[in-house]
């Protein structure tokens, strides 16, 4: 079955950056809309940003346009998300997410695979 694993997460100052990764494994990852959710504490948890499994059309919540950038490795079976310019209500639990065979849009419970988060906490 498919797996997905975060890494990348940590303790940032805001207007500074971190890369975070995503592992797929189980199937074949370019059969796979990837995304990006986040979860902040007593929040529900929202969508950051999405890419097709071509790395085309990558779609982002508006909060983080301009700042974040995902992108896709299909020879790696990652998919990484650039947090640039942070800021404190960044801070969350992030979680990427894979949906099969359709378009990943906003809505949590559309996804078909959770990985199992990654915390990244920027301070003021």
């Known amino acids: 079955q498919v797996q997905l694993v975060e890494s990348g997460g940590g303790l940032v100052q805001a207007g500074g950056s971190l890369r975070l990764s995503c592992a797929f494994s189980?199937?074949?990852?370019?059969?796979?809309?990837m995304g990006w959710f986040r979860q902040a504490p007593g929040k529900e948890r929202e969508f950051v940003a999405a890419i097709t499994w071509d790395g085309g059309n990558p779609y982002y919540q508006d909060s983080v346009k301009g700042r974040f950038t995902i992108s896709r490795d299909n020879a790696k079976n990652t998919v990484y998300l650039q947090m640039n310019s942070l800021k404190p209500e960044d801070t969350a639990v992030y979680y990427c997410?894979?949906?099969?065979?359709?378009?990943?849009?906003?809505?949590?419970?559309?996804?078909?695979?959770w990985g199992k988060g990654t915390l990244v906490t920027v301070s003021s």
């Open positions: 997410a894979a949906r099969r065979g359709a378009t990943m849009g906003p809505n949590y419970y559309d996804i078909d695979y």
């Open positions: 189980g199937r074949t990852f370019s059969s796979y809309e």
